[in-house]
């Protein structure tokens, strides 16, 4: 079974611009989370979606969006982007909504310039 | 807040030597879980620790959780280069709307 893939690996943006991140999670799972990984910060939470709803949300600004397809894929999108905003991105995937098992991509390296 | 303290925070020992990588909170965990993640990839589960007191091996590696559901801990016998990586430690809130925390880690670096 294909793993979950996240798409480009690594982006590279200047300050005020907006980036659009994509996920593809394991076949037949239907819950998609989103997380940011920095040095400083660790790995936090941002939203999670089922079912195309965005069932949970951790304590990022509404700079942060996603949305999820009928076919369970999610995009990730950061709408002016702040050099704080640089960080590697991770999507998991899960069976269910609010599973504590989740499987994650390799993730996206957000460089903001 | 629900936090995850893990220590220690770095770890650098020689091939063969064991450890112990540990992950504490002052809140209860419904279930608690060990990630390990190397560079340029995402964190890969290792384990689930559900109930208090529960004890998990994987080969050589052992996963605790504490009676109360607050802690647990990591310990690897006889470590290998391989085991080279972020341990995670991670939980899911007991109250409020779901939350899924991850500890600060352990980088763990193993000599030949």
């Known amino acids: 079974k294909a793993g979950v893939t996240q798409t480009p690996r690594y982006l590279i943006k200047t300050r005020g611009q907006q980036v659009t991140l994509s996920c593809s999670p394991i076949?037949?799972?239907?819950?998609v989370s989103w997380y940011q990984q920095t040095p400083g910060q660790g790995l936090q939470f941002l939203f999670e979606y089922f079912s195309e709803t965005q069932r949970n949300k951790g304590n990022f600004p509404g700079r942060f969006s996603g949305r999820q397809f009928s076919n369970s894929r999610s995009e990730m999108n950061v709408s002016t982007l702040e050099l704080g905003d640089s960080a590697l991105y991770l999507c998991?995937?899960?069976?269910?909504?609010?599973?504590?098992?989740?499987?994650f991509g390799p993730g996206t390296r957000l460089t903001v310039t | 807040t629900q936090l995850l303290e893990q220590s220690p925070q770095f770890l650098s020992i020689q091939e063969g030597e064991n450890l112990t990588v540990y992950c504490n909170s002052s809140?209860?965990?419904?279930?608690l879980q060990w990630y390990r993640q190397e560079p340029g990839e995402g964190p890969v589960l290792l384990v689930t620790?559900?109930?208090?007191?529960e004890v998990k091996k994987l080969k050589r590696l052992t996963f605790q959780f504490g009676d109360a559901r607050k802690d647990s801990s990591l310990h690897i016998t006889a470590a290998q280069p391989g085991d080279t990586g972020l341990y995670l430690c991670a939980g899911a809130a007991t109250s409020g709307t779901y939350k899924y925390i991850f500890g600060t880690g352990t980088r763990l670096k193993v000599l030949a």
């Open positions: 620790v559900v109930t208090g007191g």
């Open positions: 998991a995937s899960s069976l269910v909504q609010a599973s504590y098992e989740q499987y």
């Open positions: 076949s037949g799972h239907r819950s």
């Open positions: 809140s209860v965990f419904s279930s």
